[in-house]
């Protein structure tokens, strides 16, 4: 599963709905309305920001459920996804590549 542009694909697209989802990032450019993903890489980096120089929170494993809040658009082809790890409740970032 993975979330570009806007648009979140699993298997058909699902249309975003305007507006903030209630867990909504203020940094994000993208609302997801609480999409429901798993982690598709081991030892994913649940981070503080939006950047690989920030604080890891914790380690999620492949196959593990995430709630998708919002997409940070930091660049070309340089898309985070603001995130609950769904096990621990943990809030964080991870690159949308693993997700």
């Not at 990032?25 to 081991?42: E, L, M, N, V, W």
Request: glycine share 10%.
């Amino acid at each position: 599963m993975a979330v570009a542009s806007g648009v979140l694909l699993t298997g058909g697209a699902v249309a975003v709905a305007p507006g903030a989802s209630a867990a909504s990032h203020p940094s994000c450019d993208t609302d997801f309305r609480d999409q429901t993903a798993k982690i598709s890489g081991s030892n994913v980096r649940l981070r503080a920001k939006p950047n690989t120089n920030s604080t890891v929170y914790r380690l999620l494993q492949k196959g593990a459920t995430v709630t998708v809040y919002c997409q940070k658009n930091a660049g070309e082809a340089n898309w985070w996804y603001y995130v609950k790890h769904n096990a621990s409740g943990v809030k964080g970032w991870v690159w949308w590549a693993y997700v």
